[in-house]
């Protein structure tokens, strides 16, 4: 299966500047960073040294990611590092590694569409991984992966009914299935940012060598969990509909500009050919 490549060109980041700010942060516009936590992105939204309270934490990586996000964001932030709230795309295990150490220690809300919270409040399960979509080792390894849920029942809220995005002042959050019932992802108008949760991603997840290396192309959901391909076929054309000037994955690089736009409404054109696999429980 022939994916979309990305030039290099269409790199969103600048290492320069996040070598200075020593956050070990990736900066793509003044007030949203990334990091990059194994195969996985947390998205800060937020100035610096904005202080406590005063920004979000978007996903909360892999197991055992909570130290490197605490410390990136008292690095970023100041203070004790601590956000107003923490707002999830979706519950896989990749995306909610550190949710429960997190909200807990800072005792905040999370965010999450109405159909994710069963796998946010401990009620159920994600169905199996699907190792025959192939595409590299880590689908044949995907059955391995957790799909057990975690329980935030107690700090756990619906995203609200008019779009908008809890303490994300201009941003709003769109309803973009198929990966999981309840994916969202966030944009900004004004400077047509997107957040785009494993909605679509930018590298080959299913592939080892280029998940580590973070090879850039357009790409659809992860493979392996995504049960629903026409839903993920219509939230793509939803996203590329908006036509982003900037875009930041579950899942590889930040990209950006004409080129991005390009390959994203390839990605929704052909999507059955490119992003579906040939062998797939659909």
């Known amino acids: 299966m022939t994916q979309i490549p990305l030039s290099p060109s269409a790199d969103a980041e600048h290492p320069q500047s996040d070598s200075a700010r020593n956050d070990n942060t990736r900066q793509i516009v003044f007030d949203v960073a990334y990091r990059q936590l194994v195969l996985v992105n947390v998205v800060f939204v937020g100035f610096e040294n904005a202080g406590d309270g005063n920004w ?23 203070g004790n590092g601590r956000p107003a ?3 999830m795309t979706h519950a896989h295990f990749d995306h909610v590694g550190a949710l429960e150490t997190l909200a807990s220690e800072w005792d905040v809300p999370v965010y999450a569409h109405a159909a994710e919270h069963p796998y946010l409040d401990g009620s159920q399960s994600y169905p199996p991984a699907d190792p025959s979509v192939g595409g590299g080792l880590l689908a044949r390894l995907s059955p391995l992966f957790p799909t057990k849920p975690v329980n935030v029942a107690s700090r756990l809220y619906d995203v609200p009914c008019d779009h908008s995005v809890p303490f994300m002042s ?6 973009t299935p198929g990966h999981t019932p309840g994916h969202v992802s966030l944009w900004r108008e004004h ?14 997840q299913e592939s080892v060598y280029a998940a580590v290396t973070q090879a850039p192309e357009m790409h659809g959901p992860p493979m392996y ?3 629903d391909w026409e839903s993920a076929k219509t939230s793509v054309r939803a996203l590329a509909a908006l036509a982003p000037e900037i875009v930041v994955a579950g899942h590889g690089a930040a990209m950006q500009g004409p080129q991005m736009r390009a390959a994203l409404d390839a990605l929704a054109e052909r999507f059955d050919e490119v992003a579906v696999p040939s062998q797939c429980r659909r």
């Open 56 to 78: 979000v934490l978007v996903d909360a990586g892999i197991i055992g990611s909570a130290h490197a996000i605490r410390s990136a964001a008292k690095a970023r932030f100041g």
């Open 85 to 87: 709230c923490i707002v």
């Open 170 to 175: 201009d941003w709003r959050w769109i309803h």
């Open 191 to 204: 400077d047509r940012v997107l957040i785009a949760g494993d909605a679509f991603i930018t590298t080959q």
């Open 225 to 227: 969990f995504t049960p």
